[in-house]
Nanobody, 115 residues
């Protein structure tokens, strides 16, 4: 069973940067894709970014040019570099790993953008 642990969340001022990391219990290159979702208070969970097994990336429009997803295969870790953060980026961020029709989820890490 895949286990995902996120870390790196916290409080940051608008315009600031934060890097989230997700450590997987298995080899990340064995997953079809890994990614990040987020859920703001009172909102539905939404897709943020993903990276496929071959390294292609995808982002939701609201974070394009500000967020970057990357991976360290040797450490089985995926990162989400977040720059130019806005208050509307405030949410719980979840790491995901997809294998076929199965998707594993992490427990989430809180990101708060506020002055």
């Amino acid at each position: 069973q895949v286990q995902l642990v996120e870390f790196g969340g916290g409080l940051v001022q608008p315009g600031g940067s934060l890097t989230l990391s997700c450590a997987a219990s298995g080899r990340i290159l064995s997953f079809d894709s890994m990614g990040w979702y987020r859920q703001a208070p009172g909102q539905q969970r939404e897709f943020v970014a993903a990276m496929s097994k071959v390294g292609s990336t995808d982002y939701t429009d609201s974070v394009k040019g500000r967020f970057t997803i990357s991976r360290d295969s040797a450490k089985n870790t995926v990162h989400l570099q977040m720059n130019s953060l806005k208050p509307e980026d405030t949410a719980v961020y979840y790491c995901t790993a997809a294998i076929g029709k199965f998707t594993a989820w992490g427990q989430g890490t809180q990101v708060t953008v506020s002055s």
